[in-house]
């Protein structure tokens, strides 16, 4: 399974920016697929993740500015980022959990069987 994720790039504060992940193959309707970040010098953090049933869950650091969704039929996931802010900027990674109708914690990286390479976000002030 490969996900390419697509819609990086440099905007100001205050922007918006949607990032896409589409899985190349993989039953993606029962799967769960998350959002994490990489700034530089810093660990991989958790952003965003949704279950198969449409339950959702958001770092605190970005509750009420990023939105997922998924689009089953298209195998793709989506992050809407808005409001954007410099501490923003980092490389985003979407990853899959493809055990089927999984219950268990999505904000840990382990739980997460495939990543895609990674798309640069800048939020400049």
């Known amino acids: 399974v490969q996900l390419v994720e697509s819609g990086g790039g440099l905007v100001q504060a205050g922007g918006s920016l949607r990032l896409s992940c589409t899985a190349s193959?993989?039953?993606?309707?029962?799967?769960?697929m998350g959002w994490f970040r990489q700034a530089p010098g810093k660990e991989r953090e958790f952003v965003t993740a949704?279950?198969?049933?449409?339950?959702?869950y958001f770092a605190d650091s970005v509750k009420g500015r990023f939105t997922i969704s998924r689009d089953n039929a298209k195998n793709t996931m989506y992050l809407q980022m808005n409001s954007l802010k410099p501490e923003d900027t980092a490389v985003y990674y979407c990853?899959?959990?493809?055990?089927?109708?999984?219950?268990?914690?999505?904000?840990?990286?382990?739980?997460?069987?495939?990543w895609g390479q990674g798309t640069q976000v800048t939020v400049s002030s």
């Open positions: 990853a899959a959990n493809l055990k089927g109708y999984w219950l268990g914690p999505l904000d840990i990286l382990r739980e997460y069987d495939y």
């Open positions: 193959e993989g039953t993606f309707s029962n799967a769960a």
């Open positions: 949704m279950r198969w049933n449409g339950a959702t």
